[in-house]
């Protein structure tokens, strides 16, 4: 019995000699305060946080900021890029879950707003940014669903498509002009444990569909994945899921956005977990991690505690 002992003591401390992760202490925040939602993005020679203002019980938030860094990790703000109140005539609360994309040598900025998804457009990635209908793109009720949490995914060929939604993953064309689209050929998807904030982008040919499970509150919010050899889909759920979730400290790990560093294969993850300490569904705070892919092109389970080192763009 005492060798047996021994012999289950040398295993336990040769398997944790190799499981060092401080899953009490995670690694800091990139952006200062509350914010959620955040759709990254690179443009020129610095990368783009798009995020929801969080702190309010209700997500009652107005307006939307943007921050930009030449390395990943040290991030400036660029201050409020749309306000509601001031440059929207038709909501003025409730700003969610926004996404930027680029075509016609502009940028296009897709928001949720009072449960209506709008969109506007400015020469710079940091705005002004100017409303671009006078009237949602996607009107509250247009479909089951809450009409929230809109990204736009720009393809080889210069076509782009919109997902939203919540309850569902909603897709269409958009029309070339970007702001419009027809509503007859909107095709309706709610893959195996899709809740919300969905993401798409394009690796080796393959089209990648990420979402969020759970609900933002829940602690077990988290991400998971489908792919397709069409942005339309179908997709089909990886075995391997979910991607992302929360750990040890890490709470209600969610609510994605995935960026390639120009020019290589090489991916980040960009999203919202409870503040730490004392957060919640209310309270949350945005980190970044490296993403990788195996040989066959599974996406491997994000590692919430590792620091992501900085990253240049040539």
């Known amino acids: 019995m005492k060798h047996t002992w021994l012999i289950s003591c040398a295993i336990l401390f040769s398997t944790s000699a190799f499981s060092q992760t401080d899953t009490l202490n995670a690694p800091a925040t990139v ?11 690179a443009f020129g020679k610095k990368f783009y946080i798009y995020p929801t203002t969080d702190g ?20 400036k703000s660029e201050k409020v890029i749309l306000d509601l109140p001031r440059d929207i005539s038709w909501a003025k609360e409730r700003a969610w879950a926004p996404a930027i994309a680029y075509k016609n040598g502009k940028y296009y900025y897709y928001f949720s707003a009072d449960v209506n998804i709008g969109v506007a ?14 009237k949602p793109l996607v009107k509250k009720g247009a479909l089951k669903g809450q009409m929230i949490d809109p990204m736009v995914f720009v393809d080889d060929d210069g076509t782009a498509y919109l997902y939203f939604g919540q309850g569902n993953c909603n897709i269409v064309k958009l029309n070339d002009n970007m702001i419009s689209y027809d509503a007859t050929k909107i095709i309706s998807i709610k893959p195996k444990g899709y809740n919300e904030g969905s993401f798409v982008f394009k690796r080796n040919g393959k089209y990648y569909l990420s979402w969020s499970e759970f609900d933002t509150r829940d602690p077990r919010y988290s991400v998971a994945y489908a792919v397709s050899d069409s942005p339309m889909g179908p997709f089909v759920k990886a075995e391997q899921n979910p991607i992302l979730k929360g750990k040890g400290v890490v709470k209600g790990a969610g609510h994605h956005s995935i960026v390639q560093v120009p020019g290589k294969d090489e991916f980040y993850i960009a999203y919202h977990r409870f503040k730490i300490p004392g957060g919640n569904g209310y309270n949350r705070e945005t980190a970044i991690s490296p993403l990788r892919f195996d040989d066959k092109g599974n996406i491997l389970p994000v590692d919430v505690f590792e620091i992501v080192k900085p990253v240049k763009i040539k």
């Open 56 to 75: 309010s019980e209700g997500w009652m938030s107005t307006s939307f900021t943007a921050w930009s860094s030449k390395d990943l990790v040290k991030w």
């Open 31 to 41: 952006l200062p305060g509350v914010y959620a939602d955040p759709h990254i993005a």
């Open 121 to 134: 457009v400015a020469d710079k990635p940091t705005g002004p940014f100017k409303d671009a209908l006078g």
